[in-house]
């Protein structure tokens, strides 16, 4: 499971910089166009969605929708919805 940290500095990567502080430092600085940071916060973003989905689909619980019959075909909304799905600072 990523942290926030490694999601930033992963797409900032993607974008030429070192890190997610190197990019803030060239947009403060103004060698990082408002447009192009825009970009890197959505994608960061979308990224954040995409680990917690993935964390929520390792995480998945079934339930037995007939009790004790062996049959899981129902999930557990709770194990998708925990905050543990979500990446951490």
Do not use: W
């Amino acid at each position: 499971m990523k942290t926030l940290k490694e999601i930033k500095d992963d797409v900032c990567i993607d974008y030429g910089y070192f890190n997610y502080q190197s990019a803030v430092e060239a947009f403060k600085n103004g060698t990082l166009k408002v447009v192009i940071f825009n970009s890197i916060v959505n994608e960061i973003g979308r990224s954040v969605g995409r680990e917690a989905l993935k964390n929520a689909a390792e995480n998945v619980e079934l339930k037995e929708s007939i009790p004790h019959s062996a049959i899981y075909d129902t999930i557990d909304k709770e194990s998708i919805l925990s905050e543990t799905n979500i990446p951490e600072l």
